[in-house]
């Protein structure tokens, strides 16, 4: 069917002028982000906090968002570019459908929670430490207290924001309610272009699918932890574990692949391996931040401030797995970014979706474990190769089962947090880490807001899904490549520019010109479901 010349015509220049006035505050809010979250300085985030306000403000024009609804149910609008162009406005604009009073007080308790969580530093014998002195010490120790006063310390910052949280939950909800939304919780799911009921049934198909394997694997796991420990299976508790969250497989299989990344340059190996299968980075390095410093954000991240190549990414790095991985990853989400058509429209030059920029990252993460991947990447001996072989598929299998079910544990959460706030959160929390993690809760933890110690639920609300998403569509972009391609199922990933190609063409080129669903089928065949994980990682083992 052919439009309207006339309404497309006019549509486009609504659309047009409201780019036009969204983009510099949209690089804005990038460029003040980055500040805030490499300085930590109070001034900083005193100007993040102004530039979402003027963000936000821009957004909450009443009478755009009538005349794009207008305009977009006007049958005379047939391209597809302006009507995708149209509907993301839309849906970005939707939640900003309220009095300047109720967004500016939005804003800032945000904000200030965003503070709060950079700054944020546990202490362990008397001395503030970062993440990574956490993290060693649960993965490295062998001392029971020292693991517990370090895992203990993590925790400490749910206590002092958790009643903050719990506020702007409410708060949210209200204003949610006041757009015509259930609660803040599905408003976002909606306004990310998922359904409630067929993403959660999804999730129940994928919980009864990898429960046997994952009870199998938990029962090995612990009988290795408790060798380690010199302790019984039911006296295990989260502090025996790797990480704060246990959203990791601890290092009991033998399989050590830390020292393979000591003493290498990640940004160098990075920057090689990228440019080797046809996405170079090196025209963003120079504008990261890599290293722990006083006042950065302890956690990682990418960004893209302008939608016009100007992506930066946040490590804090270390030469070990850990950072091995996290640094594929951010740089996965940013080869997505700079890949992206430049010719679109500023809206739609940004990823599809959240869960495809995620999957995407989740594919090259995943190599830092790959054993294929690290000899060809590394040139590994003999020796090294033998060393590895027999435990590091089980430790992935294991890592993947981990990561997933911890997944389940944060959006069950968040999804009765906004439910109803009222519940005993910390009560749910545990109960839901022991469903689906299958670890007891430590004693005399009740008022300890163990919930609101997790970054996301304060900083990135109603995001955790995506990972999932994200991890099902990673296994299926490497199903269709080793299809598309002519791979070898235990192809190494190094060295191959079709593999970039393949990423370009099929995912980043097109922005969020289609739908989530719509560019997945199109790139594998399929829309988003478990079925390929499982195969990878829980079937048959």
Sequence with gaps: MTGNTETENALRSTLEATDKLLEPLRTKQGETTWKASTTGSEESFKEAEQAEMDYRLALA??????ELKVKLADSGVQDHQLRRWAQLLLLEMAPHMLPEEVLSELVTREKRLEAKVTSFRPEI???????????DILRNSTDIEQRKEAW?????????????IYELVKMRNVAARSIGFPDYYRMNLELQEIDEARLFSALGNFTTMSEEAYRRMKARLDFLMSAKFDTESIDLAPWHYSDPFFQEVPPVFGAETDP?????ETLEWNKEYFKGIGLPIDSILDKGDYYEHEGKD?????????RKGDVRTLLNLKDNTYWAGTALHEFGHAVYDLNIDSGLPHTLRRAAHISTTEGVAMFFGRLARDLEWM????????????GLASSLLEEQRMNMAVTTRWIM???????????????DQQ?????????FQLVRRPKNRTDMADWASKTHISMAPVYYHNYLLGEWQASMFQEKMVEDLGLDEHASWVGDKRIGKWFQENIFKHGSLWQMDELVRNATGKTPRPDAFVRQYLQGK
């Design 409 to 423: 544990v944060m959006i069950h959460f968040e999804r009765g947090l906004y439910r109803d706030p009222d519940q």
């Design 427 to 435: 009560n749910r929390w545990w109960d839901l880490i022991e469903r």
């Design 375 to 386: 000899v060809e990447m590394f040139g590994l001996t003999g020796s090294q190769i033998r």
């Design 152 to 164: 203990e310390a993590s925790k400490m910052i749910g206590p002092e924001i958790g009643q903050e």
């Design 61 to 66: 024009n009443r009478e755009v968002f009538d």
């Design 260 to 264: 393979i990344y000591q003493g290498r």
């Design 298 to 306: 302890p956690h990682a991240f990418c960004l893209d401030v302008d």
């Design 125 to 135: 014998g008397g001395e503030k430490v970062t993440s990574n002195v956490v993290n």
